[in-house]
Structure formats: structure tokens, C-alpha cells
């Protein structure tokens, strides 16, 4: 067997072990994208209010929120307002379940809370099959199957690539054999690079599902303690964030989990790029009343090259960047990458059925 057939071999278990799992992972991705939009067109009226001409006090709807829902945990305001009729988001976790809470961001009325929502069972069901760890654990392997299946395929496919995109390789619909072998070509080439940055993106946001202690840890050791209040005026940190970074523009606030870890403060900078995400600069401060005590600051320009590349590939991953444009085209290329796990299964098991047709043939040739 030739190097370009032992590839082909390989091209063809990979995506076998993977086919599965990746065409769920992709018909997932494809609704994810418009998770936002999904969700406040579900729930309209707890993602939009009537505009006020104050600015939003974010201490004061902390603690009022925080009396409103003594039972909830809160994690963070998980998105503030950028637009004047938009809610605050906040995080939280109710019973051992986690959820978002909706509030006015003017008069702090609590609009609502979601536990278990469609685009929350989406994610779940994308990143872990309903299977906690060992499903984070088996989407890794997923995403390693993809990138290896990617790579094989443009060294088995590479003469056919540049036809393709030129749309020079034509699809014979004659039949489903001719059907499915032009429609795997056309679309791998197509979603080759954007498979390539899937696959590699996901499998660096998800290095973690290879801690065995933390897969094998019992799920009463995961029972998270209450978490400790706010002391820190959280308006008089966005304040010392902005002043620390001229033109910052706040986009999320996470609370303390520990008695003794501090307030975070993030946001975009002022003329910064699109692929560094909308968090990409970040304060931390610590929990105590009074003046604002700054711990650590880690602001964009200071960024490493390391720290780049993660903010790249999770802007990358996510695609929520460039407006509804770039979400559809990212829906219709992991709707065409669901399309290619299936034709890649029928594939094999043409060439299988083939395969035993001639098994059988040569054995009453034989006899």
C-alpha cells in the first residue's frame, strides 16, 4: 500500500471515529452562533427595556438584585448594557443549577431569570454530550479526529482543492455514490480552513478535559461553598479601570468565589482589534470597602504572544465578530461540515459494500 493510500485509510477512520461527535458538534455550532439572537427573540422581554436618561448605577443594582433573589449565588454581571435599551445580564447559580438573571438596568426591577434555556442546552450538548467531564473528554477527541482528518484530506484531495474553490469541479448528481463523493470534495475544500481553525481552536480552549483528577473527582467535592458578597463600590472600580485605561469600554464584571479574590473589571480598549474578543483588558481589585485598591492590571497592548493566540483563537471559535454576516457564513460552513460527516460515512460504506461484493465474488471463482 502507497503513502497516498495508507493516507486515505487514515483520512477515512478518522473521520469514522470522529463522525459522530463532529456531526453533532457542527449542527450544534451552526444554531450556536446565533445564540444571542435566539435567546432575545425566545425572550424579548428580558432583553429589552425603555430608555432612561440615567446612567445605570451597577453598585446599587448589584445589592438590590442581590436582595431580590436571596437565594441565587451571583457570579458576575456577565454582560452589561452597550446599548441604552439593553438589560443587565447576570450570572448566577440557584440550587446547584446555573442560570442568568435579567434586571432593569435603571430602576433595577428584575425582569426575569433563565435556568436550563434552548441556547443553554445547546452549549451543553455542543461542548460535552450531556456527559459532563467524560464528554468534554470525548469532544477533545472529536476535535483531534477533525484536525487529523483535515490535514489528511487536503494531502489525499490537495490536486482537487484549487478546482473547487474555483468551482471548476463540478458535482454529478446522476446518482447518491457520484452525489456524495463530488459534495465531500467540494465541501472539504471549501471548509478546510475553517475546519482547520475549528478544530485547533477547540482543542486549545478544552486542553483541561485531560485532567484525570478532575474527571474522576466526585461530584460531591463539586458542590461550589457560598460565595462572599461584594464589599468593593463596583462603580467606583469601573472608574478606576477607566481611568487606569482612557476610553476602556466595561463589557463584563466577575465577583469574588473566595474570600480573598478580587473583584475583575474587563473590557475592550479603546481602538482595539476585533480579534482580541471584547475582554481583552482586565483590572483586578480587591473585595474591601473604600477607595479602590488595584491588585493587578493586564491591559491589551501588554499582551504576550501566547495571550494572543488565545484571545485569536476563542474570537475565532466563537465567531461572534463582524455582525450577521460573518454568523451566517459561519452557520453555513459547519452545516456544510455536518453534510461532509454524513457523505464521508456513506463513502466507506460504499467502498465496504464494494469490498465484500468482490470478497465474494472471488471466492465462487475460487470454487
Same mark, same amino acid.
Given at each position: 500500500m502507497n503513502l497516498k493510500r495508507r493516507l486515505f485509510t487514515l483520512h477515512s477512520w478518522l473521520g469514522l471515529c470522529g463522525g459522530l461527535g463532529l456531526l453533532v458538534i457542527f449542527l450544534t455550532g451552526s444554531l450556536m452562533v446565533f445564540r444571542e439572537e435566539l435567546s432575545e427573540r425566545l425572550h424579548p422581554e428580558l432583553f429589552r427595556v425603555g430608555v432612561a436618561k440615567a446612567d445605570p448605577a451597577y453598585d446599587l443594582l448589584y445589592r438590590q438584585a442581590r436582595a431580590a433573589e436571596p437565594a441565587a449565588q451571583f457570579y458576575s454581571f456577565r454582560r452589561l448594557p452597550q446599548a441604552a435599551d439593553e438589560s443587565l445580564e447576570i450570572r448566577i447559580n440557584e440550587r446547584g443549577e446555573a442560570g442568568r438573571l435579567f434586571v432593569n438596568p435603571y430602576d433595577g426591577r428584575v425582569l426575569g431569570k433563565r435556568f436550563a434555556s434552548f441556547t443553554d442546552q445547546l452549549i451543553v450538548l455542543h461542548s460535552t454530550f450531556f456527559l459532563k467531564e467524560l464528554g468534554k473528554l470525548l469532544s477533545v477527541f472529536c476535535g483531534l479526529a477533525l484536525l487529523g482528518s483535515v490535514v489528511t484530506g487536503f494531502i489525499v484531495y490537495r490536486r482537487h482543492l484549487l478546482g473547487a474553490l474555483l468551482f471548476r469541479t463540478g458535482i454529478r448528481w446522476q &446518482?447518491?455514490? %457520484? +452525489?456524495?463523493?463530488?459534495l465531500h470534495r467540494v465541501l472539504g475544500s471549501w471548509a478546510l480552513v475553517f475546519n482547520l481553525v475549528l478544530a485547533a481552536s477547540g482543542f486549545w480552549m478544552s486542553f483541561d478535559a485531560f485532567n484525570l483528577q478532575k474527571l474522576l473527582q466526585d461530584e460531591r467535592d463539586k458542590k461550589e461553598k457560598a460565595l462572599p458578597e461584594v464589599q468593593a463600590n463596583l462603580d467606583a472600580l469601573m472608574a478606576a479601570a477607566q481611568r487606569?485605561?482612557?476610553?476602556?469600554?466595561? %463589557?463584563?464584571? &466577575?465577583?469574588?468565589?473566595?474570600?480573598? +479574590?478580587?473583584?475583575?473589571v474587563m473590557g475592550r480598549a479603546q481602538g482595539s482589534s476585533w480579534l482580541w474578543g471584547s475582554a481583552a483588558s482586565k483590572f483586578e481589585f480587591s473585595n474591601v470597602p473604600g477607595p479602590p485598591q488595584l491588585k493587578k492590571a493586564f491591559r491589551e497592548r501588554d499582551l504576550g504572544p501566547a495571550q494572543r493566540l488565545d484571545f485569536v483563537l476563542r474570537t475565532?471559535?466563537?465567531g461572534q465578530y463582524g455582525g450577521l454576516g460573518v454568523k451566517i457564513l459561519y452557520s453555513l460552513l459547519a452545516l456544510s461540515s455536518a453534510v461532509l460527516s454524513l457523505t464521508g460515512y456513506l463513502l466507506w460504506w460504499r467502498r465496504r459494500r464494494h469490498a465484500g461484493r468482490r470478497l465474494v465474488r472471488s471466492r465462487r471463482v475460487a470454487a
Open positions: &446518482n447518491w455514490r %457520484t +452525489a456524495s463523493s463530488g487606569l485605561e482612557p476610553g476602556l469600554q466595561v %463589557t463584563r464584571i &466577575n465577583f469574588p468565589r473566595k474570600p480573598d +479574590a478580587p473583584v475583575v475565532l471559535h466563537f
